[in-house]
């Protein structure tokens, strides 16, 4: 049978507020803590101030009820058995994580402690954040009796967050004492031992009652590294498989076929082999980078991360330089952009390549037509509405005379266009695709020229034949020993 527990999460962004409503549904009584005012201010009025699937539905059903919002952080950790700090950590100068949000979350901690305390990094941090934590506690003369500090690293996706939440592949609990951990896994019990998964009302997702969710306790350090290790290691993945994608377009290869051929290999699996405009977003850069500089402070070579970092960043380049190669030169053309957000299914733009190649393109002169399902409002924030940039209400108005479509983020909506509304509004049927979100010969018999990552292009015009040609010389040169090039595998004539 599961045990309420009393939760103060610190933090309602977007791992704070999907943490908070997902304990609630879990049957936890939950206090989230917030010292944005106007913020905590939305969410008591019933606002939603984040785009997450299923998060409205969750928040109408516990708002008030189970899960409560305030300001008061004292109050809130008085009354609670764990605590989760939930603040951002983002990257600092020089590459290090910036812990100056988590030491003022503790430092406040630390005048509310009486009784027994669990308190929970469950914002990703640099191995070690534990000590410091304990020892900013000790400094402030709190009991040593009084707490255990423990990590318990977040996984979720934005966009599939409280699923994510609920059905996780696996919970993660560094903790150095018993007490601590017993107390983690009362938390996790309704998903550890399946009766959450057994309620009429549960969401569904992968876990169930038959197999519920796994829990793996660590040491806080093997933890806090599991964390930073799985960004790192899902980064590469893409650094990777991109890589490979220009390769694949030097030999006029496909890395569509490619990343399915290396991922039915079930040693490697499939997921995020996606080759497009390279990783974005509020934690991989920042991870990779924070990962990194752990890494430099233990005199471990680990120089396999800044190789993921520079791959990441020539993607952005490499689109960019396909649009100018399809339009020569920029000033004064009118591009859609669809996507702003830094991956589809949220409102996020946090480091979006997107947004950067937008910047870009207004920077060379483009007149940007914008549009984005959810992310509009954010992007006005830092890209505010000009005589060159604007942004549209739908896809097709964006496209309407414009010289090229880009698409810059995977939304669904972008992957099932309707191509012939497309045709007529575009002035020219150009599209360049840096999600791969189409295959080269639907773009073809749709009459579009269509440039992807890591393809060969379709060209409907003269300047795509010469492109083909350069690509077929290129191939001449590589199988022809005169160049000097020969590649193992050509034939010896
Ligand atoms: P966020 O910026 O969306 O939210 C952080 C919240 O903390 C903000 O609402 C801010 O007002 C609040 N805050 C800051 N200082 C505070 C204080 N002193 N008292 C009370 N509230 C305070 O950040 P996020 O995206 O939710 O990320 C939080 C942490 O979780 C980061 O370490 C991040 O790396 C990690 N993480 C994020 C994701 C993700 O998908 N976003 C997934 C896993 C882990
Ligand atoms: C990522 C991880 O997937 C989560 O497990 C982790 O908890 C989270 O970071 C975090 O620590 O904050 P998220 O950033 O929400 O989650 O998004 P992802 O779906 O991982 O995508 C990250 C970036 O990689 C996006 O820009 C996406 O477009 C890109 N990506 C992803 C690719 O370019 N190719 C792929 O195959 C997959």
């Known amino acids: 049978m599961s045990e309420k527990v009393s939760i103060c999460v610190i933090g309602s962004g977007y791992v704070g507020l999907v943490a908070a409503v997902c304990f609630a549904e879990m049957g936890h009584r939950v206090t989230c803590v917030d010292n944005d005012e106007p913020r905590v201010k939305t969410l008591n009025e019933g606002g939603v101030p984040i785009y997450e699937e299923h998060l409205p539905e969750l928040l109408a059903k516990h708002r008030g009820r189970n899960v409560k919002f305030t300001c008061d952080l004292g109050a809130a950790v008085r009354r609670s058995e764990a605590i989760f700090i939930a603040v951002g950590t983002p990257q600092g100068d020089s590459g290090a994580a910036d812990l100056s949000y988590v030491e003022a979350v503790v430092s406040e901690i630390a005048r509310s402690i009486g009784d027994y305390k669990v308190i929970v990094e469950k914002s990703t941090v640099p191995v070690y954040t534990n000590e410091w934590i304990c020892r900013v506690l000790h400094r402030y003369g709190v009991d040593p009796n009084s707490f255990d500090v423990v990590s318990n690293p977040e996984f979720l996706r934005e966009g599939t967050a409280i699923g994510d939440f609920l059905h996780p592949d696996r919970i993660v609990v560094g903790a150095g004492t018993e007490s601590a951990a017993e107390v983690m896994q009362r938390i996790y019990q309704p998903l550890t031992g399946g009766s959450y998964y057994s309620q009429p009302n549960a969401l569904p997702g992968a876990c169930s009652a038959l197999h519920p969710a796994k829990l793996l306790v660590t040491s806080p350090q093997s933890s ?171 896809i097709y108005e964006a496209a309407r005379d414009t010289d090229a479509v880009l698409i810059l983020t995977d939304w669904k909506a972008f992957a099932t266009l309707d191509l012939q509304r497309l045709k007529q509004a575009v002035r020219f049927p150009i599209v360049i695709d840096g999600r791969n979100l189409y295959k080269p010969q639907t773009m073809l018999e749709h009459g579009f020229t269509y440039v992807s990552m890591g393809r060969p292009a379709s060209h409907q015009d003269q300047l795509g034949q010469a492109a083909k040609q350069n690509a077929r010389s290129r191939r001449e040169s590589m199988v022809t020993p005169l160049s000097g090039r020969c590649l193992p595998f050509a034939p010896s004539t």
């Open 224 to 394: 806090e590294i599991i964390k930073h290790a799985s960004n790192a290691f899902l980064a590469l993945k893409i650094s990777f498989i991109n890589a490979v994608g220009n390769l694949a377009e030097a030999v006029d290869a496909d890395i569509e076929d490619i990343a399915a051929g290396i991922g039915l290999d079930s040693r490697i699996g499939p997921k995020f082999l996606r080759a497009g405009l390279g990783y974005g977003g509020s934690c991989f850069p920042k991870d990779v980078a924070a990962f990194h500089w752990v890494a430099q402070q233990c005199d471990v070579d680990f120089q396999l991360l800044e190789e993921v970092r520079k791959i990441n960043e020539t993607q952005r380049d490499v689109f960019y330089n396909k649009v100018l190669s399809a339009l020569w030169t920029l000033r004064g053309k009118r591009l859609a952009a669809l996507g702003l957000a830094f991956k589809g299914d949220t409102d996020d733009i946090r480091d979006s390549p997107a947004i950067e190649i937008v910047k870009k393109l207004l920077d060379a002169g483009a007149l940007v037509s914008g549009f984005d399902p959810e992310a509009m409002e954010r992007s006005k924030e830092i890209l505010p509405p000009s005589e060159t940039l604007n942004y549209a209400s739908d």
